[in-house]
């Protein structure tokens, strides 16, 4: 009876470290970032315009994930010399993978970023995506000391919206640390996109994930301001980062 109850207490330890280890290792699952390679095809077509187009250094540069790729942005600020290399799909991590063909070659005075959006809804924790940033920027820092660096936040979206306490958490500890850097901005389009209920409002496509017309319109309306007086701040430094339009306070 005594080996019987020892062999028992064996087994339920040894499931019970089973199912510690199956849990562990989905977690490592969750949180391991995708194959970045699956952009190749995408950044090919990045180097294959830049080879047959010139581009404008020191220009505002909107880099990040598919809500950056699908904004038009040289239509909202066509005062301003724009570059946009967003591309759909992407990770914090696979825009720092691909950071010299989607960043650096392209000398900007400004940047405007969105990632993290899909990262959360991969399985990712907080922090993870939190130090994913951190580092990405730290990197673009290094690089650009004197670049205005700004953040869009996660957007809360109707797809999306089972995951929007962690994005907003995520949201939340990276505006603390924007706080700690001169030139790094969070600039709160997530808010103005909650209704009265606190839910999105109808500013999504079909899939309620991308933004329609109403939505670019708002987020433009927020970010635009910042865009001009980066800008301003920088005209003295840099000839060429934008080339006004008339009527210049549109």
């Known amino acids: 009876m005594q080996r019987l109850t020892i062999l028992l207490s064996f087994f339920l330890l040894l499931l019970a470290f089973t199912m510690i280890s199956a849990q562990e290792i989905q977690e490592v699952q969750k949180v391991k970032p995708p194959d970045p390679l699956r952009f190749a095809n995408e950044i090919n077509a990045f180097k294959q315009w830049d080879k047959k187009n010139s581009f404008p250094e020191q220009a505002v540069l909107f880099v990040g994930s598919s809500s950056m790729r699908m904004w038009p942005t040289a239509d909202y600020f066509p005062e301003m010399d724009i ?24 000398n900007p005075a400004i940047i405007v970023f969105y990632a993290g959006d899909n990262d959360v809804a991969a399985g990712m924790d907080v922090d993870t995506v939190y130090n994913d940033f951190v580092r990405f920027y730290n990197r ?31 949201n939340e500890k990276i505006a603390e640390f924007c706080r700690t850097k001169e030139n790094l901005e969070y600039i709160d389009t997530a808010t103005p996109m909650l209704g009265p209920d606190q839910k999105p409002m109808s500013l999504f496509i079909e899939d309620g994930l991308h933004l329609n017309k109403d939505g670019y319109d708002l987020w433009s309306s927020i970010v635009k301001p910042y865009l001009k007086e980066s800008i301003k701040d920088k005209l003295t430094n840099f000839k060429g980062l934008l080339h006004f339009a008339e009527p210049q306070n549109n």
């Open 83 to 106: 570059i946009n290399r967003g591309f759909g799909g992407a990770h914090i991590t696979d825009v720092e993978y691909f950071y010299d063909d989607v960043l650096k070659k392209y």
């Open 140 to 170: 673009v820092e290094n690089d650009f000391p004197a670049v205005d660096f700004f953040y869009i936040p996660i957007k809360p979206s109707l797809n999306r919206w089972s995951f929007w306490d962690k994005m907003n958490q995520t």
